[in-house]
T-cell receptor
Framework: DTAVSQTPKYLVTQMGNDKSIKCEQN?????MYWYKQDSKKFLKIMFS???????INETVPNRFSPKSPDKAHLNLHINSLELGDSAVYFC??????????????FGPGTRLLVL | AQSVTQLDSQVPVFEEAPVELRCNYS??????LFWYVQYPNQGLQLLLK??????LVKGINGFEAEFNKSQTSFHLRKPSVHISDTAEYFC???????????FGQGTRLTINP
């Protein structure tokens, strides 16, 4: 029944490694997002895809690459992990309709710790 | 540019006391406003939202918020809090026609018995 799910929930890894976080939504939404929540709880958008097309790309290092195989999935791949990448990463989804004002639904988060 | 400011980083209150969490926004166009709650080690859950119409909106768990356009505020209130309300609360705004949701810095609500 989970609307927006993320795997893994926890990820501990060494600097320099490459890792992926997966997100899936079963709400039939067209738009998906990745957010980063830092240690001070500040939430900032990273990327957004609509029907597999990138529509938002904030100032994020190019070590971060989102991939959307279909509109229900948005994965986040991170190359050459750095200590500063440690954070909680949230996936979210929303219907995409011009003028529509629907809510964003968030996943449970993936807690990434880079050692 | 759009921004959201939550004026208090932490708010401690006693159980059964009323609480108000403050939120101000800035935008040159119409905005839609949201309050989300994040319980410890969990994701974000929508409490309530203002899209249009009545400026007083009611949400889940007894929370309500009032949109004040002249003061560009969207403060969250609850008349009597419970221990279970202990969480981080985020105000967020999205400009009409935009895809991006901008969050405030969050307010940690701590309920003391």
């Amino acid at each position: 029944d989970t609307a927006v799910s993320q795997t893994p929930k926890y990820l501990v890894t060494q600097m320099g490694n490459d890792k992926s976080i997966k997100c899936e939504q079963n709400l039939g939404h067209d738009t998906m997002y990745w957010y980063k929540q830092d240690s001070k709880k500040f939430l900032k958008i990273m990327f957004s895809y609509n029907n597999k097309e990138l529509i938002i790309n904030e100032t994020v290092p190019n070590r971060f690459s989102p991939k959307s195989p279909d509109k229900a999935h948005l994965n986040l791949h991170i190359n050459s992990l750095e200590l500063g990448d440690s954070a909680v990463y949230f996936c979210a989804s929303r219907p995409f309709l011009a003028g529509e004002q629907e809510t964003q639904y968030f996943g449970p988060g993936t807690r990434l710790l880079v050692l | 540019a759009q921004s959201v400011t939550q004026l208090d980083s932490q708010v401690p209150v006693f159980e059964e006391a009323p609480v108000e969490l403050r939120c101000n926004y800035s935008s040159s166009v119409s905005v839609y406003l949201f309050w989300y709650v994040q319980y410890p080690n969990q994701g974000l859950q929508l409490l309530l939202k203002y899209l249009s119409g009545s400026t007083l909106v009611k949400g889940i768990n007894g929370f309500e918020a009032e949109f004040n356009k002249s003061q560009t505020s969207f403060h969250l209130r609850k008349p009597s809090v419970h221990i279970s309300d202990t969480a981080e609360y985020f105000c967020a705004a999205r400009e009409a026609g935009a895809q991006k949701l901008v969050f405030g810095q969050g307010t940690r609500l701590t309920i003391n018995p």
